[in-house]
């Protein structure tokens, strides 16, 4: 039976043996999530990584795209948008002006401010790579059926609820 344990569940095993008197139960979810996150993690990179981006850059990229015509933010609703500082946001946008994927301006609405918009060139990197992504995101997700997917999104949503502001 110790054959079909898979690494969490020989883990717990090991601590439910050393320590009995701790329930070690939350880490068969815990565990196997913080796992399959880096697993995930690397697949979803690799792809970001064939078309010449990091995850920043494509989490920028696809943040501008989202904005609609004309493909455009100001910095800090771009980092509200990543979730990122201002200061990363910066080196972000300057590894991307640098590769000609989006300009930096003086915004027309208030003088002192910017504005980072997508150029054709990174509207057409963030299109294919997006496409790939979600190829690859479908990919990963194939060994779920269609109703435990959708069990397992409901299931994540209201556990990510009680952290999400």
């Known amino acids: ?9 020989r883990i717990q095993r090991e601590w439910a043996r050393e320590r009995p008197e701790v329930d070690v139960g939350p880490q068969g979810v815990i565990g196997r999530l913080h796992r399959l996150a880096g697993f995930l993690t690397q697949e979803i990179v690799a792809v970001y990584a ?6 920043g850059e494509f989490d920028v990229l696809a943040a501008l795209r989202r904005a609609g015509e004309p493909f455009e933010r100001a910095p800090g609703e771009l980092a509200d948008h990543t979730m990122v ?31 980072v918009a997508l150029t054709a060139k990174g509207r057409g990197v963030i299109d294919r790579a997006f496409d790939a992504h979600m190829a690859n995101e479908h990919r990963l997700l194939a060994a779920l ?7 397992l999104e409901r299931i994540l949503r209201t556990w990510l609820a009680e952290f999400d502001d």
């Open 50 to 55: 064939e078309h010449g981006l990091s995850e």
């Open 85 to 115: 500082t201002s200061g990363a946001m910066t080196k972000r946008v300057d590894r991307l002006v640098a590769a000609g994927l989006v300009t930096r301006r003086r915004s027309t609405e208030d003088g002192r401010g910017r504005v």
């Open 145 to 151: 059926a269609p109703a435990d997917r959708e069990r």
């Open 1 to 9: 039976m110790s054959e079909s344990l898979d690494r969490v569940g």
